[in-house]
């Protein structure tokens, strides 16, 4: 759609939602029109979306792209009153604004054996970063993590592009029973040379698994998921301390030397809004029902 404002033209894309598939029961993956995205986007980067007029910006990871249809996707748990309206669109709806890439890209090069670990919907996260980095010639161990069976995701993609993959259960439902950390413990005592270990997923998870690195000096990158609303430097809502100074989560993020991340902070200032998110959400549910 073609507009005109004060001489300035504007061009609004549509951002149609051409595919949706739930990948578990709280999880579901959304295909978007959004060529102009597609085209720029590199690994690591991410979209504000907000699905409806009236709905909040919520930023989402862009888990792959195809440049010959001109899509994104995106994967998303449902969390919240935002998630949860984005998840009651069908395919054909137009999201309402989706704003795209942001954020500073992934560090690809050649480095030898690197380890990247995904948690939760973390593990769709990761899925652009193994893609890369095993193409320009790394061996590339993922290790994925769940608390059961069920809420695995991704792990024929993710066998498909990595070197090798290793899966863990907090149940013991698919793969080891515990967790991504045991792993990576296994593997370090193997004796292994790991020249990079990148970490994306829950906070408890990111911290553990830099605790692990850390004692044998492994460079290790988390993604770090903080509370953020215009994304593109300018509010200060996603600032987070690293290496001791002051850093924005969307534009010098969202990966950072997860050695120097403060994740006590993070973790406080995630749970700042937790009244207001809750009546959101059930403030939602009872619109949308469930
Ligand atoms: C750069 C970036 C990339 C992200 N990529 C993805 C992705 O690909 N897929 C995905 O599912 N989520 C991703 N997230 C997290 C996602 O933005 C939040 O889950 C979402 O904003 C929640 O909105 P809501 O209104 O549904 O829930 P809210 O009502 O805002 O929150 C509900 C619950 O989720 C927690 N929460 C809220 N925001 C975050 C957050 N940023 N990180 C962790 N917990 C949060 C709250 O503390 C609360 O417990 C990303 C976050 C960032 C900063």
Redesign the pocket.
């Known amino acids: 759609m073609v507009g005109c404002v004060c001489g300035i033209i504007i061009i609004k894309f549509m951002n149609k939602i051409l595919k949706k598939e739930k990948l578990n029961e709280n999880?579901s993956r959304i295909t978007v029109d959004a060529p102009h995205i597609a085209r720029a986007a590199k690994p690591g980067q991410?979209v504000v979306i907000v699905p409806t007029e009236n709905a909040?910006r919520?930023?989402?990871?862009i888990?792959d792209t195809d440049t010959s249809k001109g899509t994104i996707s995106?994967?998303?748990?449902?969390?919240?009153?935002?998630?949860?309206v984005l998840d009651s669109l069908k395919e054909g709806v137009e999201i309402a604004h989706l704003l795209g890439p942001l954020?500073t890209p992934s560090h690809v090069e050649k480095l030898g054996t690197v380890v990247i670990i995904g948690g939760g919907?973390g593990i769709?996260?990761i899925y652009p970063m193994v893609k890369a980095m095993k193409k320009v010639g790394n061996e590339v161990i993922t290790i994925i993590g769940a608390r059961c069976k069920d809420l695995l995701i991704y792990e024929k993609e993710l066998r498909t592009q990595s070197t090798e993959l290793r899966v863990t259960t907090d149940d013991g439902s698919c793969g080891r029973k515990g967790f991504v950390s045991d792993e990576l413990k296994d593997i370090i005592a193997a004796g292994k040379k790991i020249s990079l270990v990148v970490a994306v997923g829950p906070?408890p998870m990111m911290r553990v698994c830099c605790d692990v690195t850390r004692e044998h000096n492994i460079k290790t990158v988390v993604?770090?998921?903080?509370?953020?609303l215009d994304a593109t430097g300018m509010c200060g809502i996603?600032r987070v301390t690293v290496g001791g100074k002051i850093k924005f989560?969307?534009v010098d993020?969202?990966e950072f030397d997860g050695h120097e991340v403060d994740f006590k902070e993070l973790t406080d200032r995630?749970?700042g809004?937790?009244d207001v998110?809750k009546r959101?959400?059930d403030h939602v549910c009872r619109l949308l029902g469930g």
Do not use: D
């Not at 995106?74 to 949860?84: D, Y």
């Not at 993604?223 to 953020?228: D, E, I």
């Open positions: 999880v991410f909040e919520i930023p989402l990871t888990a995106i994967i998303f748990q449902i969390v919240g009153a935002t998630t949860k954020g919907v769709a996260e906070v993604s770090l998921n903080p509370l953020m996603c989560g969307c993020g969202p995630l749970k809004y937790k998110e959101a959400m």
